[in-house]
């Protein structure tokens, strides 16, 4: 399978737990984003990477999340102290975009890691 | 499994038909336009993308319409099938800017025999 992985699918946690996420792009795709969803809602986004390196943070990202892309490869997303409104699906997405072309925007999408905070 | 948008609008069609989806976006310096197809308990699936130089893109069985007057977009989808039961969210983004995806309000494709 070369698509975007995510890991794990569903998480349980009690609130206070802190939990972690693994997403593994497509290879050699070096921008890589953190979306989550909930209920009837679209995608929001939360954060991107070019390679190693976190360009941008939403506002969404509070300073109990934070996301690491240490080697340019595979990323993940720590929530520290979860509280029920952090249950959500979080999406990944990877897309082979350098900067300014317009033509490798496309960005795919893992299946999601869905959280649950009880 | 999980049940994506639960509360969003819906369109019923039977199959065979055609179907239509639009979108309304906000950005006017929007210049990327994707439509992506969820199914329950998956991730967004990529169908079809446009830029704003353009007004019309055909893909297999579907077609993205965009009018940057109104800043509307939509989807159409020909002889629809019931493996196009899904929501359908429109994404938009700046190229030349910030680089992400803005999602819009899903709507729900439900496909009936």
């Known amino acids: 399978d070369t698509g975007v992985s995510q890991d794990p699918r569903h998480k349980i946690t009690k609130r206070g737990q802190n939990v972690t996420f693994r997403c593994d792009p497509i290879s050699e795709h070096n921008r890589l984003y953190w979306y989550r969803q909930t209920l009837g809602q679209g995608p929001e986004f939360l954060t991107y990477?070019?390679?190693?390196?976190?360009?941008?943070k939403s506002r969404l990202l509070s300073d109990r999340f934070s996301a690491e892309r240490p080697k340019g490869s595979f990323s993940t997303l720590e929530i520290q102290r979860t509280e029920q409104g952090d249950s959500a699906m979080y999406l990944c997405?990877?897309?082979?975009?350098?900067?300014?072309?317009?033509?490798?925007?496309?960005?795919?999408f893992g299946q999601g890691t869905r959280l649950t905070v009880v | 499994g999980e049940s994506v948008g639960l509360h969003l609008p819906t369109l019923s069609v039977q199959e065979g038909d055609n179907s239509i989806i639009n979108c309304a976006y906000s950005?006017?310096?929007?210049?990327?336009f994707i439509w992506y197809k969820q199914e329950s308990g998956k991730g967004p699936q990529f169908i079809i993308d446009?830029?704003?130089?353009?007004d019309k893109r055909q893909g297999q069985r579907v077609t993205v319409l965009l009018n940057k007057t109104v800043k509307h977009l939509s989807l159409q989808i020909a002889a629809t099938q019931p493996g196009d039961s899904a929501v359908y969210f429109c994404a938009e983004n700046n190229l030349g800017g910030t680089d992400k995806l803005i999602f819009g309000t899903g709507t729900r494709l439900q496909v009936f025999p």
């Open positions: 997405a990877s897309s082979p975009r350098t900067g300014g072309s317009i033509l490798d925007t496309e960005a795919f």
């Open positions: 446009i830029r704003s130089n353009m």
């Open positions: 990477f070019q390679n190693e390196a976190q360009l941008e």
């Open positions: 950005n006017s310096a929007s210049d990327y």
